[in-house]
């Protein structure tokens, strides 16, 4: 492995911390705390969970959450308006970083991630679901009417609507619990109160 094209790619790959997504345009936020990378971190936890509930191999879970938008460095986030009218050729991005990393590890798992037959991909994909979800149930807390039609549905508003987007029970179970749930909730009686 030569080290100096390894150590090119960590600096590719960290430019996802500057990389913003792109559905704030749609959802009309400036959230700057919002980038591949945080989602990725995201993604990556709810992966390690999913993946402990399922039975799965948390290893490779964990690798494919970490990884699942590395091709965003060279061809940038795609919002669902985006996609209608650009096309990114993500198989030769995942090629041409490989000559980076030239790890045959994480290309196989980065392969089975994009194929979405295991267990471990279709983990890793409702993980990513989650994560969106967790920041549209975010994003409705603080006021944001855009989030909330895309929580309720944009067309018939009906309840838990990113839940149908999920494969696994365990998955639609953590969903739904977003959804029941207040962001703030977590840290309710965790706090001192000198008052």
């Known amino acids: 492995m030569d080290m100096k094209l390894l150590a090119n790619f960590m600096f590719e790959i960290s430019t996802l911390r500057k990389t913003a ?10 959230d700057l705390s919002d980038n591949i990378a945080s989602h990725s ?7 390690i969970f999913l993946a402990e509930i399922e039975g799965a191999k ?9 990884s699942h938008d590395w091709p965003e460095t060279r061809s940038q986030d795609h919002n669902w308006i985006h996609k209608k009218y650009v096309t990114v050729d993500v198989d030769k991005i995942i090629a041409d970083q490989f000559l980076l990393h030239q790890s045959p590890y994480m290309k196989e798992v980065i392969a089975e991630y994009e194929e979405r037959k295991t267990l471990e991909s ?10 969106q979800l967790l920041l549209l149930k975010e994003y409705e807390q603080q006021g944001n009417k855009e989030a909330t039609v895309w929580l309720r549905g944009k067309t018939n508003e009906r309840p838990y609507v990113w839940v149908e987007r999920l494969k696994l029970e365990s998955a639609k179970e953590i969903g739904r619990a977003i959804y029941d749930i207040n962001p703030s909730d977590w840290w309710k009686g965790s706090y001192v109160n000198n008052m």
């Open 21 to 30: 997504r792109s559905h704030r345009q749609a959802l009309l936020t400036d």
């Open 41 to 47: 971190f995201q993604v990556t936890a709810f992966g």
């Open 58 to 66: 948390i290893d490779r879970v964990v690798c494919m959450c970490t």
């Open 122 to 131: 279709i983990i890793a994909k409702d993980a990513d679901t989650l994560g």
